[in-house]
């Protein structure tokens, strides 16, 4: 009976906030920390560090079907046993953008330094801080000192005026409170940035003077800044004005994209270079017309740069611009004229016959439009000068 409860309770302990009947999308192995210190084994999400700082997904190793999802309220941390990467529960405070308030939660943020202090980031949901200026970044840290206080490090918007803003590296000076015991400590700290590597080096730095004895961690891999997303795409344009957009009935294409963005700056921009082809479809009945189109088609290098009003979430709305370098090309036959000169000083265009007609031109346009991203699928349209209406849908392959 005892070894029963024992079980119930144990049970009780990795109670999830939820289920999902479905597999994970990304799986790893990995572990769960409860509350009370227990660890379970199994296979977790592998997803960037704003969502698994509010919810982590779990499959045991004894039921490969069932995914529970765990929050912040459930755990004490997890981490994934392939890369070592680890995340414990701290409490997070930080002013709502959206709602125009004050919050403080828990939130699960990635140790990134374990000794007498202790150093996290927390990925930043969208809401979480405002972006007129574009390079505040997307996560803040927080030190955890040794009489367990947490000092938060963060890059905040200062107002100048009404208009303008500037960035603020309020992290600056909370460490330099922080090590105010340390000779070096202003002039080591002004010539840090803000990212994992140099404030890790600070730390052991600081450590080194003031811990003598204390062995440093192993160095952390370094942050990647950079990502990249591979994307093939279907394109139906309706109406393209070309030079003979009487004739047109639409235009079909297909594309391929890779995307790019760095966080390091800001992940709610993406930069996009693609391969585009479309195919012109003509009409029939030009009999009589002064051109007879059989065939037409653009090779096209877009840019695009995407501004993304979601982040960290499954559904990604965007608005993107951009500029579109193309060849267009129309084939078929032109009609050839003579003219005769009539008495009276009278001109007659008389029409004799067709004679072969390519077209090509080399022009660059500018694009404007929007979307979202739904998973790894991708709709958007967007409007140009010539193809005007392009509606767009893209598949991430990676």
């Known amino acids: 009976m005892q070894s029963l409860l024992i079980r119930c309770f144990q049970a009780f302990l990795f109670l999830p906030f939820g289920y999902l009947a479905a597999q994970i999308a990304n799986p790893a192995p990995g ?21 698994l700082s509010r919810e982590v997904k779990f499959q045991s190793l004894r039921d490969s079907t069932e995914v529970q999802v765990y929050t912040p309220i459930d755990l004490q ?26 919050i403080e939660e828990d939130r699960m943020a990635q140790i990134l330094y374990e000794g007498p202090y202790e150093l996290y980031r927390l990925g930043l949901f969208g809401n979480e801080y405002f ?10 840290y927080y030190l955890k000192i040794p009489d367990g206080t ?34 070096q400590a202003i002039t080591a700290i002004d010539d840090i940035t803000y990212t994992d590597e140099d404030l890790v080096e600070l730390l052991n730095k600081y450590l080194a003077y003031t811990y003598p004895d204390f062995t440093p961690p192993r160095a952390i891999a ?11 795409q279907l394109s139906w344009v309706p109406s393209p004005a070309v030079q003979n957009k009487s004739f047109v009935n639409n235009c079909f294409g297909f594309s391929y994209f890779f995307r790019t963005f760095n966080p390091a700056v800001d992940n709610s921009f993406e930069i996009g270079l693609g391969l585009e082809y479309l195919k012109f479809n003509y009409r029939e009945g030009q009999n009589n017309e002064p051109f007879r189109l059989d065939g037409g088609w653009a090779m096209r290098m877009p840019v695009w740069a995407d501004y993304y009003m979601t982040k960290g979430e499954k559904v990604q709305p965007f608005i993107k611009f951009g500029l579109i370098g193309s060849v267009l090309a129309e084939n078929g036959e032109i009609r050839k004229t003579e003219t005769i ?58």
């Not at 972006?131 to 803040?140: F, M, N, R």
């Open 31 to 51: 572990y769960l920390i409860s509350n009370e210190g227990d660890t379970l084994v199994g296979t977790l999400n592998l997803d960037n560090e704003i969502i």
């Open 77 to 102: 941390g997890f981490g994934f046993t392939e890369s070592g990467k680890a995340y414990r529960k701290i409490r997070h405070q930080y002013h709502d953008f959206d709602k125009e308030e004050d």
């Open 131 to 140: 972006k007129v200026v574009s390079g505040i970044p997307p996560w803040v």
């Open 150 to 183: 947490m000092v938060k490090l963060e890059i905040t918007e200062r107002q100048i005026t009404g208009v303008y803003s500037r960035m603020s590296d309020k992290y600056r000076g909370a460490l330099k409170y922080v090590m105010r015991d340390w000779p």
């Open 222 to 232: 370094p942050k990647k800044t950079t990502e990249f997303a591979h994307f093939t």
């Open 341 to 398: 000169f009539l008495p009276g000083g009278q001109i007659q265009i008389v029409p004799r016959g067709y004679a072969p007609y390519a077209g090509r031109s080399l022009r660059i346009f500018f694009g404007v439009g929007g979307g979202v991203n739904i998973g790894r699928l991708r709709m958007d349209v967007q409007y140009e000068k010539v193809m005007r209406l392009l509606f767009n849908v893209g598949y991430r392959l990676n």
